[in-house]
């Protein structure tokens, strides 16, 4: 059996039939890595920042259009309102709370405009409450930055109550019962620049994005070359099948007693 899956004509077929496999499965996994990478998310437009009175409302929802567009905001900040988002790092899409327990804080500050609503503005991060950067700037100043939907109360699992002046999350129902007396626009702004600059170390805030569509036709063909690779092992098992077959047949031919010649007959 050995000699004869060893034969020149069964290893070539050995060999051919490996480069096959091979070759069939890495072509049909890169067609499933294109059908995976089809349905990743993809930078979408990014228009021109427009005011941020644009897009947002008070008592209203940021649109899913709205999110992560740039805008720009000015007004006068509200010091004595200034809350610290706490356990966060400079990352608007890093997990917090206890996930980022003590790496340090967002600094959330209201900015009131000219008609009077107020836009929360994530100005920076600090490593430390007591960080000399988180001190508010006087007087108008312009943000640009991208917008933001509000966060969910429990978005974050929380390390415990928070000391007077901080918050586990940026969410627009929280911020209506800390700032009672201000009407605030839904969403928060995420400051990429500010006229006159800040000092704080800005929080990294990505464009906005929209989803792809998975492209079907790539999977398809990746299960094509795995069936591909299927066949190639059932033909190879019939060849296989067949010369062990008729090697073995051959061997039994060989050990049966061939029959006895007749005798002549003697010469009358």
Do not use: C
């Not at 995976?36 to 929802?61: F, I, K, N, W």
């Not at 398809?220 to 190879?236: G, S």
């Amino acid at each position: 059996m050995l000699r004869t899956l060893l034969a020149p004509r069964l290893v070539a077929l050995h060999l051919l039939v490996i480069g096959v496999l091979v070759s069939f499965t890495f072509l049909g996994r890169w067609q499933l890595g294109v059908f995976e990478a089809s349905g990743a998310p993809r930078r979408a437009p990014d228009p021109a920042p427009v005011a941020v009175t644009e897009l947002t409302q008070v008592g209203q929802h940021v649109g899913g259009g709205a999110i992560s567009r740039r805008v720009t905001a000015t007004g006068t900040y509200d010091a004595a309102n200034q809350l610290l988002v706490a356990d966060r790092v400079a990352d608007v899409a890093a997990p917090g709370g206890r996930a980022a327990k003590g790496s340090g804080f967002w600094l959330l500050t209201p900015l009131r405009l000219t008609d009077g609503t107020v836009v929360p503005v994530v100005r920076g991060w600090v490593p430390t409450a007591a960080d000399p950067a988180a001190a508010v700037p006087e007087g108008a100043v312009t943000v640009t930055g991208r917008l933001r939907p509000a966060e969910q109360t429990d978005d974050v699992m929380r390390s415990g109550n928070l000391p007077r002046g901080q918050v586990a999350t940026v969410s627009t129902a929280e911020l209506i019962n800390v700032w009672p007396d201000a009407r605030v626009r839904d969403g928060f702004v995420v400051a990429t620049a500010q006229d006159p600059p800040s000092r704080v170390t800005p929080v990294a805030v990505s464009p906005p994005t929209e989803g792809g569509g998975f492209t079907w036709r790539n999977l398809a063909y990746a299960l094509q070359w795995w069936i591909f690779a299927l066949f190639a092992v059932y033909m190879w098992f019939h060849f296989v099948r067949d010369a062990l077959r008729g090697q073995r047949e051959r061997e039994r031919d060989s050990e049966e007693p061939q029959p006895a010649e007749p005798a002549a007959h003697a010469e009358a």
